[in-house]
């Protein structure tokens, strides 16, 4: 197996995981690659004989990878898709944060999960992205501009609302008054979105979720689109900046920019151990079964 590891912090709670992680690819004689600066970071933290192959960027990495692995929470998955990118390598995440809706693998697990991934007990599931354009164009967007969850609006340096003009397939559909306007993947749907009220998305529906982020008007409700649907956006407020975010990356735009939003041309594959579905996890981590009328 040829592996790709990935962590954007380690810590001593980390330690053990990432030593477990590095031994149980090493007994499989995995040929291991980590990022450059996550080794920087796990070489001053504990000694290790073994000089790793390392990536850099994007352009480091190709089909002959058969896997990502994560270490760290949702967040840091997030942030592996500026690596992946359209690659087609699917990724794992060993979740040692908090909630772990994408990184599924329990940090007590992690031998067991490499077992699986070397006898292909697994499945690839594909999750849409959202791809943007603006015009004038954003430098801060130039090298990547897509993201995995969710593409949000939002008040900047004000406290007063903005106002966000939004226009599906060149038609007008209404004026936001909110604080901002998120545009959500159904990936993104159990996270910011979630917390705004939207809905919960199977992430193989091809939808998209229009959320507004505490609406004035208090009939704005999140809105379900189909995922062919182009998008497009103008934001005004008192101020003339605000804030342009995809996933954990944030630009800064003015009144004059219009947003384009739509499916990106690529998907990123996400690998699914059996026994950790979409609906099981829906049920651990939202406590779904934890009902006492269930039991």
Known sequence: MKIAIYGHYFNQDAQQY???????????????????????????TFKTDVNYNTFSNYK???DSFDCMFTVGGDGTILRSITYLRDSNIPVIGVNIGRLG????????RISEAVDNLQNKNYAVKERTLLMINTEPKIEELEDFNFALNEITL?????ASMITVETYLN????????????I?????????????????????????????????????????VIPDDTEIK??????ENEFFLSLDSRIATINNQTTIYIKKAPFTIKMIELNDHTFIQTLRKKLLWGEDTRNK
């Open 154 to 158: 939002s008040r900047k340096d004000t």
């Open 101 to 108: 809706f994408l990184a599924t693998v329990n940090k007590e």
């Open 18 to 44: 990432v030593e477990d992680l590095l031994n149980a690819l090493n007994k499989k004689n995995a040929s291991i690659y980590i990022e450059e600066r996550f080794l920087e970071l796990i070489k001053s």
């Open 233 to 238: 956006m103008r934001v005004s407020g008192r």
């Open 60 to 62: 480091d990495l190709n």
């Open 183 to 223: 545009t959500s993947t159904p990936t993104g749907s159990t996270g910011y979105s979630l917390s705004c009220g939207g809905p919960v998305i199977s992430p193989q529906a091809k939808s998209f979720v229009l959320n507004p982020i505490a609406p004035h008007n208090l009939n704005a409700r999140p809105l």
């Open 170 to 181: 060149n038609e007008y559909l209404t004026s936001y008054w909110a604080d901002g306007l």
